[in-house]
């Protein structure tokens, strides 16, 4: 079965500091999209960034950027200047089998300290 | 901006009840999804829907079914809810650009 594996079921960071969440995969596709969302307290989740496998450049979204490590089937999170509006859950997901669905990590809570 | 929006934000019911969860999309995305979230769980897949009336099974399908008669709209149903079912509910729909968008979410308690 494919997978994604968060680590960390919880981390905290000090505002303005950078946090890096990890997240590993399992599989056999060649070109797929590797995603990232939030899910603030009792808010809606919301898309942080994509990256797609068949691009070398890592991306970039504001202060989100990710390191994605295609052969280590890695793909991480850095937080630069963390603020308290970041304080959330974070997954990471995959899309299965090259389908339209999607395999969702566990989580990973993220608390930033003023 | 999309928009995804789920009937009730809290719900309770008793068990035995049949429990209905409505969700609709305003962005004529063609497939649509249900997840149970539970914590330390991440989210699960029950169903999705990738066209009117199409469905098919997530990984959790069991004591769930859903209806998809128009496109905007796909309902997640309980048929006899069961307190193993207390969880957040979430909608999704998927953009071209492969992007999922959720809903706000539906607690919902089983007593």
């Known amino acids: 079965a494919q997978t994604v594996t968060q680590s960390q079921p919880e981390m905290s960071v000090q505002e303005a500091e950078t946090v890096t969440l990890s997240c590993t995969y399992d599989t056999s596709e060649s070109d797929y999209y590797l995603f990232w969302y939030k899910q603030p307290p009792s808010r809606q989740m919301i898309l942080v960034i994509r990256?797609?496998?068949?691009?070398?450049q890592n991306a970039t979204e504001n202060r989100f950027s990710v390191n994605f490590q295609k052969a280590a089937k890695s793909f991480s999170l850095k937080i630069s200047d963390s603020q308290l509006g970041d304080a959330a859950m974070y997954f990471c997901?995959?899309?299965?089998?090259?389908?339209?669905?999607?395999?969702f990590g566990k989580g990973t809570k993220l608390t930033v300290n003023p | 901006d999309v928009k995804v929006t789920q009937s009730s934000r809290y719900l309770v019911k008793r068990t035995g009840e049949k429990v209905f969860l409505e969700c609709v999309q305003d962005?004529?995305?063609?497939?649509m999804f249900w997840y149970r979230q539970d914590p330390g769980l991440g989210l699960r897949l029950i169903y999705f829907?990738?066209?009117?009336?199409?469905?098919e099974k997530g990984d959790i399908p069991e004591g769930y079914s859903v209806s998809r008669e128009k496109k905007e709209r796909f309902s997640l149903i309980l048929e006899s809810a069961s307190t193993n079912q207390t969880s957040m509910y979430l909608c999704?729909?998927?953009?071209?650009?492969?992007?999922?968008?959720f809903g706000p979410g539906t607690r919902l308690t089983v007593l």
């Open positions: 962005m004529d995305h063609e497939n």
């Open positions: 990256q797609e496998a068949y691009k070398q």
């Open positions: 829907s990738y066209d009117v009336k199409m469905k």
């Open positions: 999704a729909s998927l953009s071209s650009y492969n992007e999922q968008f």
């Open positions: 997901a995959y899309p299965q089998g090259g389908s339209e669905k999607l395999v």
